[in-house]
């Protein structure tokens, strides 16, 4: 399984280095990447395993891999469709496209989900889910000089870090309850006893309603369709969407227990399913359509696991494959139309089922598995979701008729583009898709039919999951026909309210538009946005528009409150000054006389000479105290300060001080002093404080853990360790920093051009960018 995670990062790292030079032949470099996530189908039905990559034991930092069925069954279809993309691309993308850059992103987004869903180490699980996040941030973001693929990327990243600092508050509750970092070791008993169960459980939801754009959450997934369309077909229909979907799965072995669990996840579930359909039925923009039909199908996901019953896991592992088949496929389907005609716009295209037959197949296959209609694996697993829903409420069932109702509304919509009379650009020549283009469509769409004429594919590869998700023993066999039952009457009732929907189409969309509310998901996320905006600035004016003497006297006062309470708090052990070797009261003088001689100094050159005494003597104490190597880094960064000093002083005009009254002065000096007072005591109680004092530590171990001759190279390259990795990654960051602002001033103007976001963007009913989306193999 580790071979498994590592293989896309590897693939990664080689697209990136062999892109240029491959050119568009690096999708297939990348596809191969995604094999070892296939193999993983041979692990099904064997015994469970688990392997350990071990990094830090003692903070139980370490990468625990196991193989249950649920992981593998997610870790074959991310490969699958992972693979299926990659393909897809070769054909896809323009000439001009950064070919590394593209593959080595879509790999490690791929990468960190197959780690997210195999990882059984609780804060390995939390880097691969902000991995997703991060890695999908620059997908979205790809073709960053469109003002709208830059929203949708912020966007994404904004609100899917805020739910990953839940999951975050929530592995670590769990891990402090359950008494281990593993999710298979954790004692459930203590987990559900704890005090911590119920804060654990509601951050674990925020979490997953987040990554898996719940309402309200759900306003960053169709902004997210601006990532090109491998991209967009791979993130709905595999990976980072259907990451809170296993979250709840998952996490549901756990927190099913409390009856908290199902009641917020169900009702809230089905909401979204009604609004993300209602919203995908008003949408003029094929992408915009299937994106706000992910929201609404994840919906259905999310109230189907959040029962977290035998009946609904299995019925929901079902709708996982036939979601991932019929929702990829439709947007390979979409992509192909773009490229053909120019355009998505569902008001200039039709009749194009004449001149793209294959891809109309394609596309009907697909659309009416998502309608819920026979003989494909969507009917069966739609007809699964009716009897799931039948067995928990009467509203919960009437829910879902209508919101599966207006699914089979928008499905047919989408098809209106290959029916009707031939509508296209004039400047579009539309033809059937080549091979690399129709490859991927063509066989998601026929695992779509294969799931509805052999069901028995689709219940053996759910199955899968049933020792991880507890429904090994539920009897329930998939089959096209159950008789009759209430569940096919719920079907029936669907197929009439969306043939409804659709004769009145133009009332119904009148309606919608008359009932379009002032507020939504979007205004309320600007909104948010443009107060954070208003605060900051107004804080930033009230803090940092001072003049700069009356921002030091806040620094001192801070510096004089934090010492005094520190020293209030904590034990009164003071370290004894008769303690200290009386050749040291020479350099303390010299150290006082260079604080003096810059209050008595008339001008600020002799200020600054004056002031390095300070430092110097410093050294000298380092030296007389035994630390030769401290003595010498003082002395030189002493050196070097004061030449800078006096650079920038003698490069500034002339500035005269500011003028003080008699009461500021004796003001500026009670500050001095209690600052000065207070960070004396801070250290003289904090030097006893120690226990064991940390310089025994560092002498008794330098030499022989650390392996060294010299203390303080020890402690900064092992002890600390991390610290000066830092200050490394900070200096390089600048320094990276440094170069793209000087490479930016030497490109031309055009490159830089940055268009801001269109305020239509902020409508949540409305089509998402007027211009109807530049076509994306030409961005």
């Not at 946005?529 to 107004?538: C, E, Q, S, W, Y």
């Amino acid at each position: 399984m580790l071979w498994a995670v590592f293989t896309p990062v590897l693939a990664a790292l080689l697209c990136a280095w062999l892109g240029p030079r491959l050119g568009r032949r690096t999708g297939y470099l990348a596809a191969l990447g995604f094999v070892p996530a296939l193999l993983l189908a041979l692990s099904w039905g064997q015994p469970i395993r688990s392997e350990t990559l071990n990094w830090v034991p003692a903070l139980g930092l370490n990468l625990t891999l196991r193989g249950d069925g649920f992981g593998l069954l997610f870790a074959v279809i991310i490969g699958l469709i992972g693979a299926l993309a990659c393909l897809y691309s070769v054909a896809y993308l323009s000439s001009d496209e950064r070919f590394g850059r593209f593959y080595s992103y879509l790999l490690a987004f791929g990468g960190s989900m197959l780690g997210l869903v195999l990882s059984d180490n609780l804060i390995a699980l939390f880097g691969f889910w902000e991995l997703t996040s991060i890695t999908s941030f620059l997908l979205i973001g790809l073709w960053h000089t469109r003002s709208a693929a830059r929203d949708g990327a912020v966007k994404a990243l904004l609100v899917s870090v805020f739910g990953g600092l839940a999951l975050l508050a929530s592995v670590a509750m769990l891990i402090v309850a359950g008494g281990s970092v593993n999710f298979s070791e954790l004692d459930l008993s203590a987990v559900r006893a704890s005090p911590l169960f119920t804060p654990a459980l509601l951050l674990a939801l925020l979490a997953a309603f987040t990554k898996s754009a719940q309402l309200p959450f759900h306003l960053w997934l169709p902004t997210a369709m601006e990532a090109p369309t491998p991209v967009s077909a791979f993130l709905h229909s595999a990976t980072m969407v259907k990451a809170g979907v296993f979250l709840v799965a998952k996490f549901g072995l756990i927190f099913a227990a409390s009856p908290l669990w199902p009641a917020i996840i169900v009702p809230l579930g089905l909401a979204t399913l009604f609004w993300g359909a209602y919203l995908a039925l008003m949408q003029t923009d094929l992408k915009a359509l299937l994106a706000y039909s992910t929201v609404s199908q994840l919906g259905l996901l999310m109230s189907l696991y959040g029962l977290a019953t035998p009946e609904s896991n299995f019925s929901a592992s079902v709708h996982l494959l036939n979601h991932a088949a019929f929702k990829a496929a439709l947007f390979f389907v979409v992509g192909i139309v773009d490229h053909a005609c120019g355009t998505r716009s569902l008001l200039r295209l039709g009749g194009l089922r004449r001149m793209m037959p294959l891809t109309f197949v394609a596309a009907l296959i697909a659309s009416f598995s998502m309608a819920g209609l026979p003989p494909l694996g969507g009917f069966i697993s739609k007809e699964l979701f009716y009897e799931t829903m039948l067995h928990t409420h009467w509203g919960f069932l009437a829910v879902a008729v209508v919101g599966s109702a207006l699914t089979l509304a928008y499905s047919f919509r989408l098809l209106s583009v290959f029916v009707g009379r031939e509508r296209f650009p004039s400047s579009a020549h539309p033809h059937e898709a080549g091979v690399g283009l129709l490859l991927s469509p063509a066989l998601l769409a026929a695992a779509a039919l294969l799931f509805g004429l052999y069901p028995a594919s689709a219940e053996a590869l759910a199955r899968v999951a049933a020792p991880a998700l507890g429904f090994a023993s539920y009897g329930e066999h998939l089959s096209l026909w159950h008789g009759f039952t209430l569940a096919l009457l719920a079907t029936v009732v669907t197929w009439g309210l969306g043939a409804l929907v659709l004769w009145q189409r133009r009332r119904v969309t009148a309606w919608q538009e008359s009932l379009e509310p002032r507020w939504n998901a979007n205004t309320a996320y600007y909104g948010l946005l443009g107060g954070i905006d208003r605060l900051a600035t107004n804080l930033t004016t009230y803090t940092q528009g001072l003049a700069l003497p009356d921002q030091l006297r806040i620094m001192l006062l801070a510096a004089a409150g934090l010492g005094g309470w520190a020293v209030l708090r904590a034990p009164q052990v003071w370290h004894p000054l008769t303690d200290l070797p009386l050749y040291l009261l020479p350099i303390a003088a010299l150290i006082v006389a260079g604080a003096t001689g810059v209050l008595l100094s008339g001008n600020r050159l002799t200020a600054v000479i004056v002031v390095g005494l300070t430092g110097f003597g410093s050294a000298v104490a380092f030296l007389a105290l035994g630390a030769p190597d401290l003595a010498l880094t003082q002395v030189l960064v002493e050196t070097v300060t004061v030449i800078l000093f006096l650079l920038v002083l003698r490069a500034l005009p002339g500035i005269r001080d500011l003028p003080r009254t008699r009461g500021r002065r004796w003001l500026d000096v009670g500050l001095a002093a209690l600052a000065g007072s207070g960070v004396t005591a801070l250290v003289l109680t904090g030097v006893n404080n120690l226990k064991p004092s940390l310089s025994d530590f560092y002498i008794q171990n330098a030499y022989k853990g650390g392996g060294g001759k010299n203390v303080v190279n020890v402690i900064l390259v092992d002890f600390r360790g991390w610290d000066t990795l830092g200050e490394v990654l900070v200096v390089g960051m600048v320094a990276y920093a440094v170069v793209a602002l000087v490479r930016l001033g030497r490109s031309q103007p055009d490159q830089l051009k940055l268009e801001p976001v269109e305020p239509e963007a902020q409508s949540e009913t409305a089509p998402l960018q007027k211009a109807q989306f530049e076509q994306e193999g030409q961005a």
